[in-house]
DNA sequence: GGGCCTCTCCCCCGTGCGGCGGAGACGGAT
DNA sequence: ATCCGTCTCCGCCGCACGGGGGAGAGGCCC
């Protein structure tokens, strides 16, 4: 393997025993480096501020700013910021995705054992990969429930049925639609017709319903 | 670190010159040993089931079956599966998720460094840890999308008029919405005023609408 | 006691909407 | 040549909906 320059991270966790247990497991490899400690989330900023690290390894629970926030805080003040790995107990918590809109490199669980945690380290101090835990799988459940697989309807719609079910979808009148597709009010109202049929509803509220629910304002 | 115990390994690919540089990558490390090569999907399985590895690279893109059925395939019917680490080109393939859905453990860009590669082949052999690339990130977009901060309006209604908005995003008329509340009809469209009032709608089906996009069909 | 908000309910009125039935024109299938 | 699907448009009818304006009961705050 590649000789390995030294890995240079700072600890945030507001229990001195985590950031012992950490110290210790990560001094143990001669490639990594425990330049700071901190033991707040503002604390966090500061020192990774100064010491400029390559990883942080971030709690999210913390007292006056969690380590979400102190994430954001990193991530948007400072250039060519460290990678950021979160830290948490369970699995399914939601600041999974907070963590990761708040751009955090990495998301590991406190469970984790120390050899996963050195190779996590080091696997994001040099790559833009990302590495997680099995609670990506809801994220990837939550993405299908968000993208299901299109209702049978959606195929039978014609052209302009389906021009018509976009723009009803967007909070258009009849009479809007009709203007916006430069045709006569009476052929909105046949293609609306149409729809209510082909989708099974009985009112355009319930049609533009379906259009969400079948992932159809997602398409295209 | 603690003394590692040999990772056995399977190459899938259909190109012969990826197997190849893989493997000369993967056997430079003492750890880790490949013991089976495939070059099809249906091939991949039979390996697989025969030589019984830790971790199987598995290349999306591969005639007769792609790498995700294989996927499925070898999760479906072997006990004690291995990990399984799905290769692609592109980071916005869409592949992800069908590799997710379908259990992998893993995903890996073919641009990734040997040393990512071999340090993501020995994390995933002994964690439940998936490791991940930057496509992630549109993973946890298209999540940020789906749940997009609750727009200013969702904290104003009160607790009828949600329970009210609820019900129109259900297709419910007002009379329904009357009945299911238990209220008079007219207390509905006194609801629903305040409701359209809130949403700066004009409609229910804009009102509806605008629940959808924020995120309010999700709450709770 | 007096505001203020919420929930409940009433009236009238105009209209956008959906149901029904029909029709002419074009084009592709056979 | 015939049928079928699609797009275009017409009239009529009933009603659910939304706007406007109001009102009483209960709770909360000061």
Redesign the pocket.
């Known amino acids: 393997m590649t000789p390995r320059p030294t890995v240079r991270i700072v600890l945030a966790d507001d229990e001195r025993m985590v950031r012992t247990a950490l110290r210790a497991i990560l001094s143990a490899e001669p490639d990594l480096e425990v330049v700071g400690e901190a033991a707040t989330g503002a604390e966090a900023v500061s020192v990774v501020r100064e010491r400029r690290p390559d990883v942080v390894l971030m709690d999210v629970r913390m007292p006056e700013i969690d380590g979400i926030r102190a994430t954001e805080q990193i991530l948007a003040t400072l250039t060519d910021p460290p990678r950021i790995v979160v830290v948490t107990t369970f699995e399914n918590d939601s600041y999974v995705y907070d963590a990761l809109r708040a751009g955090a490199a990495g998301f590991l669980l406190k469970r984790a054992e120390a050899d996963a945690l050195v190779q996590a380290v080091r696997l994001v101090s040099h790559t833009d990969t990302l590495l997680f835990p099995s609670a990506v799988r809801s994220l990837a459940a939550e993405h299908a429930r968000a993208c299901p697989a299109p209702a049978p309807w959606v195929a039978?719609?014609?052209?302009?049925?389906?021009?018509?079910l976009r723009l009803?979808a967007q909070g258009?009148?009849?009479?809007?639609?009709?203007r916006r597709?430069?045709?006569?009010?009476?052929?909105?109202?046949?293609?609306?017709?149409?729809v209510?049929?082909k989708t099974g509803?009985?009112?355009?509220?319930?049609?533009v319903i379906a259009a969400y629910e079948a992932g159809f304002m997602n398409a295209r």
Chains 1, 2 share one sequence.
Do not use: F, W, Y
């Open positions: 039978r719609l014609t052209g302009r049925e389906s021009d018509v009803m258009l009148t009849n009479a809007e639609i009709a597709m430069e045709v006569g009010p009476a052929t909105v109202k046949s293609h609306v017709a149409a209510l049929a509803t009985r009112d355009r509220t319930q049609a």
